[in-house]
């Protein structure tokens, strides 16, 4: 690690390496050491916090977070599930105290991770994203959505998950996969709501068409999809609204985001105190400061990620609510059938496949 020195955050939300940046004083933009508001010494200013958030959403909020704190983050990026993999085998000696970022389900998979904490600003977000565990603070909203190639879509009509299946498209649909991405989950079970009920036949056969004109062409990483799709690898890609709207903001003139006309879903990002934090009172600070009104108007005026909180500034280049035709995610059906529904996928991909 560099000390004295905040080091400019990667963007890669599926990284296999993980890059970290640390420093025990913090400097402002003249390069000047800045003094920490506290008598505590550099070690205890410090916070770890582990997360696959796009480079938007992490130089919007760690910045903020440090200056008014004091605290000096030190960040490892990855892949949701890679860092939990890697929380689970530091269980016993943990060197994250924040995970931040990841679904619900996954959280819920791995709730002997977390100490219990509520925020006192928890109370003011809307009661459906409340932390009723315990141990899950809801930050922001994200939505499933489709990433199209405007250069190599031609005359293919994408408004929805119906026009995946046309055969034009058969190995040019990028996908991650569901029993290893929570992105990838998170349209498994937006496309099975909304295609007929998580249980139908009609949903499950739509999942087996789907795949079918993926044609076993899996990509490794959720990143992988909206990148192998604005670099003209891949016409359509099965993706999520942050970072597909981030490359919009970017400039990025060759995709368009389509929010599915038979309905999205917009899940709660999560974040969690990890249990045997070394540096538990700064990682309550960290979960405060960013559902409070400023962290929640740093995220909505500055990224591409929703705020949960209702009253948040929100982004002139989002698209809103009012013009997406949105379904909701049965939070409790699929916290309780998540293995039965990666497993059903599984043998319906295996078979499709032929892997």
């Given at each position: ?51 696959p958030n796009s480079e938007g959403l992490v ?142 036949d009609e949903s499950w056969n739509y999942v ?133 529904i990666a497993s059903k996928f599984k043998d ?8």
């Open positions: 690690m560099k000390k004295n020195f905040i080091a400019s955050f990667v963007a890669l939300m599926m990284a296999v390496t993980f890059t970290s940046c640390s420093s025990k004083s913090v400097e402002n933009s003249n390069g000047e050491k800045k003094e920490t508001k506290t008598e505590e010494n550099s070690s205890d200013q410090t916070l770890v916090v582990y997360s130089n919007s909020i760690i910045p903020a977070f440090e200056e008014k704190t004091g605290i000096t983050v030190e960040l490892q990026q990855a892949g949701t599930g890679e860092l939990f993999t890697k929380l689970n085998g530091e269980k016993t000696d943990p060197v994250a105290d924040v995970m931040w970022g990841g679904g619900y389900t996954t959280y819920n998979e791995n709730k002997d991770l977390f100490e219990e904490y509520v925020s006192k600003y928890d109370k003011d977000l809307p009661e459906e994203y409340q932390n009723k565990e315990g141990y899950r603070t809801s930050y922001g909203l994200d939505g499933s959505v489709l990433i199209v190639n405007k250069d190599l879509i031609g005359d293919i009509k994408i408004e929805g998950y119906k026009d995946l299946l046309n055969p034009k498209l058969k190995g040019k649909i990028a996908s991650a996969d569901p029993t290893s991405s929570s992105s990838a989950f998170a349209h498994l079970t937006n496309m099975l709501k909304v295609m007929g009920g998580y249980e139908s087996k068409e789907l795949y079918s004109n993926v044609d076993g062409k899996i990509q490794s990483s959720s990143s992988q999809v909206y990148k192998t799709v604005a670099d003209g690898e891949m016409t359509v890609g099965l993706t999520y609204e942050d970072p597909a709207a981030q490359l919009l903001k970017d400039g990025a003139d060759n995709v368009e985001l389509i929010y599915q006309n038979e309905g999205v879903v917009f899940l709660p990002a999560g974040v969690g105190i990890i249990k045997g934090s070394k540096h538990i009172e700064n990682a309550k600070k960290f979960i405060d400061f960013v559902i409070s009104k400023e962290g929640q108007d740093i995220i909505g005026s500055q990224t591409t990620l929703r705020p949960v909180l209702p009253s948040a500034k929100i982004s002139d280049g989002m698209k809103k609510y009012d013009e997406i035709k949105t379904e909701a995610e049965d939070y409790d059906y699929i916290i309780k059938n998540t293995e039965d319906i991909f295996t078979e499709v496949s032929g892997k």
